[in-house]
Structure formats: C-alpha cells, structure tokens
C-alpha cells in the first residue's frame, strides 16, 4: 500500500483575539495561535479545515 504524503497548510494570525468570542478563541488557542504574527503549520484534514472556517476572518491560510 503506497503512503499518501500528508499536506499541510500554514495559518497565520492577522487580527487580534480581543473581541472575538470565547469559542473563537479557543479554537485559535487550539491551532496553536497565540498572538499576531504566530504562524503555524497544520495538516490539511478536515477538522484543520472547520477550525479554519470558524476563525476565518482573523487569519490567513496558505498552502
């Protein structure tokens, strides 16, 4: 059985938490964003994908 190579995209945190709902700020917590600028790397999976559409409008995704 031949291995599928994960992908991955990078998140990146452009707007601020303060504001934003308790539960958008745990699913960023849970992303592993903490403070503007925090990049990180997530598999592309779909749970990866309904944090992002939660939190859409404080990140950037990239592939």
Do not use: Y
């Amino acid at each position: 059985m031949a291995t599928k190579k994960s992908e991955t995209v990078s998140i990146k945190l452009v707007k601020s938490l303060i504001g934003a709902k308790k539960d958008q700020i745990a699913t960023a917590n849970s992303l592993g964003l903490r403070k503007i600028g925090d990049v990180v790397s997530q598999p592309d999976n779909a749970a990866t994908q309904g944090k992002v559409a939660k939190i859409i409008h404080l990140i950037e995704v990239s592939k």
